[in-house]
């Protein structure tokens, strides 16, 4: 696996080494490494099946079979003191439908923060309402709204306990271009002025540039990690999709060569 990351070391909010999940009866991550830098948004990308929801839920704590190593925040993922720091938002919205936007996140907080003070929480109700751009819809019904209002009701969930990484499982499918630009700078604004680490993930590589790094996984495997910039230079490449296509072609000639000289 390639390395471009130019940033100073420290401590990644995210360390895998030789991480192997089986699902089923087959491994569907294989022996990954990868870093995902502090403050930075990192995009996860590759085709449907390659592995990125099961990485992701590696990475929260909720995966079974997962060997090899993978810290979190400096604590193995899935442990106890890792719940309130990261945000965790699935591919399906999971808010109630039958509850207004405003309940929803009213009962999620206290789920969160039981010992919170009212006001604090409707505080924070508030804070996420605007984040995720929902006040207006903040009294309706969440089962009444469209799919792509619902994702913000549940990434405005993710948001209610300031989380320090926030873990996002195709955030932007289904919505309309100025939505998911209006999301982007959302997830640019907690990067960079709150200082969050965003993992992102999407199937669409014109998502791609707008990730301070990337994650390129196939078939369970990371074929590469760096910056959209350096990966596009490295293979020559104009688009970041024409750069996985390289990297799938480098792959599978690094394959052939391996077998023919065994
Ligand atoms: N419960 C399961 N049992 C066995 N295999 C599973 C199970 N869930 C997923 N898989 C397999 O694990 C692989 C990775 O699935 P995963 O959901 O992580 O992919 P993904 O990259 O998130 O895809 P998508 O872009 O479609 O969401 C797939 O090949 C899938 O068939
Ligand atoms: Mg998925």
């Known amino acids: 696996m390639m390395n471009y990351s130019s940033r100073p070391p420290e401590e990644p909010a995210v360390h895998a080494q030789d991480l192997t999940v089986v699902r089923g009866s087959r ?3 294989r022996g990954l490494g990868f870093t995902v830098p502090r403050g930075r948004i990192t995009g ?3 085709p449907s099946g390659c592995g990125k929801s099961t990485l992701m839920r590696a990475v929260v704590g909720t995966q079974a079979k997962v060997t090899g190593t993978l810290d979190v925040l400096g604590r193995p993922a899935g442990h106890p003191s890792l719940r309130t720091r990261i945000g965790y938002v699935t591919q399906a919205p999971s808010v109630y439908g039958d509850l207004t936007v405003r309940q929803n996140l009213d009962y999620f907080a206290a789920i969160l923060d039981p010992g919170k003070a009212g006001a604090d929480r409707r505080h924070d109700v508030e804070r996420v309402l605007a984040d995720v751009d929902l006040t207006g819809h903040a009294d309706s019904l969440a089962g009444t709204l469209s799919g792509g ?3 913000r009701v549940s990434l405005a969930v993710a948001l209610l306990g ?3 990484l926030l ?3 195709e955030p932007t499918v289904g919505l309309d271009p100025v939505l998911r630009r209006d ?7 907690l990067a960079e002025d709150r200082g969050a680490t965003l993992l992102v993930s999407s199937h669409v590589m014109d998502e791609a540039e707008r990730c301070h790094r990337l994650l390129l996984m196939r078939a369970g495997e990371v074929l590469a ?3 959209p910039e350096a990966l596009r230079t490295r293979t020559g490449a104009d688009t970041v999709e024409t750069a996985f296509l390289r990297l799938v072609d480098e792959a599978a000639a690094a394959a052939r060569t391996e077998e023919s000289t065994r």
């Open 225 to 227: 990690e760096g910056a």
């Open 149 to 151: 209002q619902r994702s």
């Open 183 to 189: 999301l982007w700078q959302l997830f640019h604004s």
């Open 44 to 46: 996860l990308l590759g």
């Open 27 to 29: 491994p569907v991550l």
């Open 162 to 164: 300031t989380p320090e």
């Open 167 to 169: 873990v996002l499982d």
